[in-house]
């Protein structure tokens, strides 16, 4: 990115930090918003020894005010709510992954209408996955103190140095996000970043389920079928009983140990503590039902159960290499990082499916940008 300070004027740092202090406060402020005025939208959060994230501090900012919000007022608060969820107006976020999960677990509420705007700042050119204080710093010639940002948010009262750092994560969204709407329209992609946007938070959401979390075990691929329907409840059981009791995966069972006792299938206690790192504390109470779901796993039909992907074989690698370069010719001819336009893991669906026809991903926008080289994929699929 080449692009020097921007001449766009940039709201100075306010004087004094303002919070809202009460719903009432957070509703009327949102009531005066006008219909097409973005919203500017940051959390701060712990996440040390919990599974769910810990709210700290809501930041919003809007038509040039900017407002911290204890986590106790944004929950009393039903419009802050209607806010988040109404697809009409825009959340300007950064990097909005965390963000999203936290507002699904904590208000249970699925926000719409998101920009994220890393993903913007990518398809403008900046490159994948900038760090807002690097392309703050890049565009507006502010550097940001980013000295707090590991700081305790929970605890109150948060010093100024916390309170000044919070109001800089949202201050510079509104010119960041006229200056990617700007580069956007240039390549005819404005329509492409909410599109985006609200694709990676429903794939973020989707991904949640306890069901389906055991296809992330990349490790497990070497296990046979009935193995990894033996891991599927394991991985499940896993998931809910961390929701259940709020702690970190690795503090109940790792993934390393549901993959070693779904391949040694233990049938007895004795057999489950044999397995190398299985904690004694984990066989006493959660044993006898461990092993309820390694014979569930074992005596149930697995005929539809979709195997976790397998590594690329090295005839597949070659033909990979083969592909990438035509998802390589695009994303360098319209500078969009090729991590963005077309991961690894996306490349490798399309060999395993022997086609681009069908794969959700590769349509929307994407599919415009790859129409080009489409013919091109397909042939080099063909066995």
Known sequence: MTDSPLAAPVPPAPETVRWLGSPAELDQWLDQLAPGAPVALDTEFERVSTFYPIPGLVQLGGQGEYWLIDPDVAEASVRFREMLADPARLKLLYAMSEDLELFRHWLNVAPAGLLDLQIGAAMAGAGFSLGYAKLVETLFGEALDKSVTRSDWVSRPLSQEQQRYAIDDIRFLEPLYNWVIEKLQQRNLEQALAEESQRFADEAAG??????????????????????????????????????????????????????????????????????????????????????????????DNANLEPIPRPLSRDQQ????????????????????????????????VLQDGTLAGNDFFQGWRGELLKPVETDIEELLRP
């Not at 009983?241 to 709020?246: I, L, P, T, Y």
């Not at 057999?271 to 066989?283: K, M, R, S, Y």
């Not at 035509?326 to 490349?347: G, H, T």
Request: overall charge positive.
């Open 207 to 300: 991904q949640e389920d306890p069901e389906q979390h055991y296809l992330k075990l990349r490790g497990g691929w070497t296990l046979t079928r009935e193995q990894q329907a033996v891991l599927r409840l394991l991985v499940a059981w896993r998931e809910r009983e961390c929701q259940k009791v709020d702690r970190p995966r690795n503090r109940v069972l790792n993934d390393g140990l549901l993959i070693a006792i779904a391949e040694r299938l233990p049938g007895s206690l004795r057999t489950l503590n044999d397995i190398q790192g299985v904690p004694g504390g984990i066989v006493k109470r959660y044993g006898e039902h461990l092993l309820e779901l390694v014979r569930e796993g074992r005596e149930a």
């Open 318 to 349: 070659a033909v990979y290499k083969k592909v990438k370069r035509c998802f390589n010719k695009v994303a360098e001819d319209l500078d969009i990082p090729i991590e963005l336009l077309a991961p690894r893991k996306r490349i490798e669906k």
